[in-house]
């Protein structure tokens, strides 16, 4: 049963950009993402879920969840969005099929290579493969060369890309993670720092749905741009929590059973939970 939570119904004839609602949750269908990127980014709505994206029904569930219970979403994010009730660590642990910490930025290789390894042994599509590779090296990057280092608004990303100049801090071991049902892969990972400024993030994707990718690419050190552009047009919905910090969580999932081309043109759900006022207030 879904929580008793407002939930608004865009219809064909409203207009996404000048949309007028306070609900926290938007269902809609066949929305672009450009459009699913400005509901956030110009109305905050923090979750908008696609009729025509797998099961909607589960994504209104875990969208009540993270606005209700976010503990458990940053606690259990696989157990959450595969839909156990009543998640625990062992219910984590179990789904988890990939399930890393890194101690040390040359391990992000050796990870991917068993993540690729992992997704070929399971019988899945080699195009699938590619984007979870994709998805996952992004994610792991950013928690470990930005995440520990980035400035208040996040336009300054890291000291470095040079691995030789970064360590991780023990305590703060960033976890990479894989599961699945029937219908979908997760790729997630969460570091311990909760520096994601999420405002930034999403306008910097939509800025490349609305331009060519490639105008905004950054081409110095670090930057959340066309990395994350890729990792959320390469997925089907987009899961983040934050915690300012203490933890940020990112979660990709995936259609299975569905071709590269039709994985590309599934309309995209966005969920996001972040206590933005707090980087204003600091």
């Not at 400035?151 to 100049?165: I, L």
């Not at 029937?182 to 490349?208: P, S």
């Not at 690419?217 to 959320?232: E, L, Q, W």
């Not at 599934?266 to 207030?281: M, T």
């Amino acid at each position: 049963m879904i929580p008793s939570l407002e939930i608004f119904e865009l219809t064909t004839a409203d207009d996404p950009s000048n949309l007028n609602t306070t609900a926290p949750i938007v269902v809609c269908d066949s929305l672009g993402s450009e459009y699913v990127l400005s509901l956030f980014s110009r109305s905050k709505i923090q979750h908008i879920i696609q009729k025509s994206n797998l099961n909607h029904q589960s994504e209104i569930q875990i969208s009540a969840t993270m606005l209700q219970s976010p503990d458990q979403f940053r606690q259990f994010p696989l157990s959450t969005i595969l839909g156990v009730h009543n998640p625990t660590s062992d219910s984590e642990a179990q789904l988890a099929e990939v399930n890393h910490q890194l101690s040390h930025p040359d391990e992000k290789s050796l990870v991917l290579d068993q993540i690729e390894k992992w997704v070929a042994e399971s019988n899945h599509q080699r195009s699938i493969a590619n984007d979870v590779r994709l998805i996952a090296d992004e994610l792991i990057s950013n928690s470990i060369f930005n995440a520990p280092y980035v400035d208040f608004e996040n336009s300054f990303s890291g000291p470095t890309r040079d691995k030789n100049k970064i360590s991780i801090d023990p305590a703060k071991k960033p976890r990479v993670f894989i599961g699945r049902d029937h219908d979908r892969l997760i790729v997630g990972c969460q570091d311990f720092y909760g520096t994601l400024n999420v405002n930034r993030v999403i306008e910097r994707i939509r800025i490349c749905y609305e331009s060519n990718p490639g105008q905004v690419m950054n081409f110095g050190t670090g930057g959340a741009g066309i990395g994350s552009f890729m990792v959320f047009d390469s997925c089907s919905s987009l899961y983040i929590a934050v915690e300012v910090g203490v933890s940020t969580t990112i979660c990709c999932a995936l259609p299975l059973k569905m071709s590269a081309v039709r994985r590309k043109k599934i309309p995209k759900n966005l969920h996001i939970s972040s206590e933005e006022s707090k980087w204003k207030q600091k």
